[in-house]
């Protein structure tokens, strides 16, 4: 999924310097795109009940910090 990111220029949106919206208005538009962006990726490659989890993220940072934590999760059970 982290290389989905970077083809689309949307990993400083997860898991880079970017991940928390600007002050300048201009800037904060481009980050809301590309946040929404990042979160239709995240919501529509992963299954409902994972995404009980992450609906209520206020940013896509957030939902991945959050099914990143599932699924370490679930592979240490394994």
């Known amino acids: 999924m982290q290389y989905y ?3 689309q220029e949307l990993w400083d949106i997860i898991g880079g310097s970017d991940t928390t919206p600007p ?3 201009e800037a904060a ?3 809301k795109v590309k ?3 990042a979160m239709y990726a ?3 490659t992963n299954d409902d009940k994972f ?5 209520n993220a206020k940013t896509p940072k ?3 910090d959050t099914l990143a934590t599932i699924f370490t999760k679930k592979n240490d059970v394994r």
């Open 29 to 31: 538009n481009r980050w």
């Open 23 to 25: 002050t300048d208005a």
């Open 42 to 44: 995240l919501t529509v």
């Open 5 to 7: 990111f970077l083809s």
């Open 51 to 55: 995404l009980q989890q992450i609906k």
């Open 62 to 64: 957030e939902a991945w």
């Open 35 to 37: 946040a929404g962006k």
